[in-house]
């Protein structure tokens, strides 16, 4: 099993361009989450999803998109960067909230917006 | 507001010591806390998990506390290695979403 896996893992773009970030599991998670990481603030949580077709916001959703067409898959979008979400984000996902919801996380994807 | 404080200075211990780590939060009623380990350049990895009914744990090397009274956890690296430099993470849970501290940085002199 791969785990979660995130494409890609560097990125540079500059201000006002678009970009997706894909996030992938082979857990069969019905739970996906996408996290900022910025340093001396911990993980923030961007937006969710608690099954395939859902999606919802988190702590720090402004600026951002995602879709969840499969359950697989769970896309992050940015349509306009700025150089705010410079960032490290992480994916992960987790089975069930019943069992303590442990989830997994991706390796990350290190963004800079110039 | 809720919020989740960790230890805000770094933790330099001797191999073999013990090193303890401290999650206090407000705002909060979790039903489980987690810790979790990441090192530099990776995501966290998931260590221990700890329900509120439960007061202490222990896995390995690595023992926690859950106090829902003091609203805190306490996180316990016993018989220290420079391998477990690293930094550690709690989160807390509620609804489908953690919240996390920012971390304690840990390192292990040999």
């Known amino acids: 099993n791969a785990g979660v896996t995130q494409t890609p893992k560097f990125r540079v773009l500059k201000t006002g361009q678009s970009m997706t970030l894909l996030c992938a599991q082979d857990m069969n998670h019905e739970y996906m989450y996408w996290y900022r990481q910025d340093p001396g603030m911990g993980l923030r949580l961007i937006h969710y999803?608690?099954?395939?077709?859902?999606?919802a916001k988190g702590e720090v959703p402004d600026g951002y998109n995602v879709s969840r067409l499969k359950k697989q898959n769970f896309l992050l979008g940015l349509e306009s960067a700025a150089p705010s979400q410079t960032s490290v984000y992480f994916c992960?996902?987790?089975?069930?909230?019943?069992?303590?919801?442990?989830?997994?996380f991706g390796p990350g994807t290190r963004l800079t917006v110039l | 507001s809720q919020k989740i404080e960790q230890n805000s200075e770094a933790l330099n211990i001797q191999e073999g010591k013990t090193a303890t780590l401290t999650c206090n939060y407000t705002n909060y009623s979790p039903a489980y806390l987690q810790w979790y380990r990441q090192d530099p350049g990776r995501g966290p990895v998931f260590l221990l998990l700890i329900r509120e009914n439960e007061k202490k744990k222990r896995k390995e090397r690595l023992k926690v506390t859950f106090d829902t009274t003091l609203k805190q956890s306490l996180f316990h690296i016993t018989a220290s290695q420079p391998a477990d430099s690293a930094t550690y993470l709690c989160a807390l849970l509620r609804d489908y979403k953690l919240s996390f501290g920012a971390g304690t940085t840990v390192t292990v002199r040999a």
């Open positions: 992960a996902s987790s089975y069930s909230i019943e069992l303590g919801n442990e989830q997994f």
């Open positions: 999803s608690v099954g395939e077709g859902t999606t």
